[in-house]
């Protein structure tokens, strides 16, 4: 049988990889939505919390990137036997 290429794989592999697909997927359209719910809340009022302030926005995107470089180094762990 072979080895595994990296040190995380089959099963447990698969699921890391769709949650960093989607991670990758929000990342990458979260100010397209961050901009839609201010345009919304203008219309129609927002609450004291919602929609998140501009720095608040900026925080959460740069946790979000930390997440995916995170679960992008893990996943390339190589195996070692």
Do not use: I, V, W
């Given at each position: 049988m072979n080895e595994p290429q990296f040190k995380i794989f089959g099963t447990e592999r698969r699921i890391l990889k769709k949650e960093l697909a989607e991670?990758?997927?929000?990342?990458?359209?979260?100010?397209?939505?961050?901009?839609?719910?201010?345009?919304?809340c203008?219309?129609?009022?927002?609450?004291?919390?919602?929609?998140?302030?501009?720095?608040?926005?900026?925080?959460?995107?740069?946790q979000l990137k930390n997440k995916i470089d995170k679960l992008e180094s893990k996943l390339n762990e190589p195996y070692i036997s």
């Open positions: 991670l990758k997927s929000f990342y990458k359209n979260y100010f397209h939505y961050h901009q839609l719910d201010k345009d919304m203008s219309f129609y009022g927002g609450t004291k919390d919602y929609p998140m302030n501009d720095d608040k926005a900026n925080e959460r995107y740069n």
